[in-house]
């Protein structure tokens, strides 16, 4: 008998494949993959190879086409609760203020109002936006809307957060801000969040960010390479380990 599983996430063999006008193509193939409480995985891989994809399986957004997930030990069989998302879109919903869209996660979980709202206000604070919960999606700045994207999964305090390239949509400048939030807020003793799956097309987001680094090949995305991080926070770009895994996974893709 195996003893009792403690990961998180598990998943065996799992395949995609959609029906296009030229016939199915595969776009994920054969992956495993386990994901431990606590751990920050980024995942990476070229353009078009599958990932968006492989984290809505993961969310149970949609089933495999073979293969299964696991979530604490149980199969997946539909939306998982447990998880939140971020899109590198915003997916604000421009009608609504920051504070109501913080709420929607909150609202679709059965949350009384006068607690929502509560919740609302303490993660705005956390991601620095005191003061805008009545303002517009549109009267912010492309890092402010991430902000309040990440605020709103958050909110649900999500065992799991999956964020689908968070930061591609930024500037420079408002991406390298952001991801030392994200590293702050994963530290926050006061902030649930303790295990996180990133995709990204940079791999140096990728090395600067997380614990593991799996590597997916072109479509179909098979794992190449599931690599430990082994340098300690802050991490230091410029130093030659940081640029040798870089490299690694660089010579990986390429
Ligand atoms: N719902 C769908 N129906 C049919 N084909 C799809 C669907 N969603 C994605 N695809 C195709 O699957 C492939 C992988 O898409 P996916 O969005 O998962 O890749 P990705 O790695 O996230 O890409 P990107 O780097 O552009 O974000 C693409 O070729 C895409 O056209
Ligand atoms: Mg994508």
């Excluded at 604070?125 to 999964?153: F, H, I, N, T």
Aim: proline share 7%; net charge negative; charged share 25%.
């Amino acid at each position: 008998m195996q003893p009792a599983s403690t990961e998180l996430v598990r998943l065996e063999q799992v395949s995609k494949a959609y029906p296009q006008p030229q016939g199915t193509i595969t776009v994920i193939e054969g992956i495993d993959l386990s994901i431990q409480p606590k751990e920050f995985v980024a995942l990476v891989g070229p353009s078009g190879c599958g990932k968006s994809t492989l984290l809505r399986i993961i969310n149970g957004l949609m089933p495999p086409t073979s293969g299964r997930v696991l979530y604490r030990g149980k199969p997946l069989t539909g939306v998982n609760l447990n998880c939140a998302m971020v899109f590198q879109s915003f997916a604000l919903l421009p009608w609504l203020t920051v504070r109501e869209n913080v709420e929607l996660g909150l609202e679709a979980r059965g949350m009384e109002p006068e607690q929502r709202v509560k919740k609302a206000n303490f993660f705005i604070d956390k991601v620095g936006l005191d003061g805008y919960e009545e303002a517009y999606p549109r009267e912010l700045s492309g890092g402010m809307k991430q902000r309040v994207g990440l605020a709103r999964a958050l909110a649900v305090e999500p065992e799991l957060l999956l964020m689908d390239e968070p930061f591609s949509a930024l500037d420079a400048l408002t991406s390298v801000a952001l991801r030392e939030e994200l590293l702050d807020l994963w530290r926050d003793p006061e902030i649930a969040l303790r295990t996180i799956l990133l995709v990204t097309h940079l791999i140096e987001e990728a090395v600067e960010l997380a614990d593991r680094v799996i590597v997916l090949s072109n479509r179909p995305a098979r794992i190449l390479k599931d690599l430990v991080v082994p340098l300690q926070r802050p991490r230091n770009k410029k130093s030659e380990e940081f640029g040798q895994i870089v490299d690694e996974i660089f010579s990986l893709i390429a």
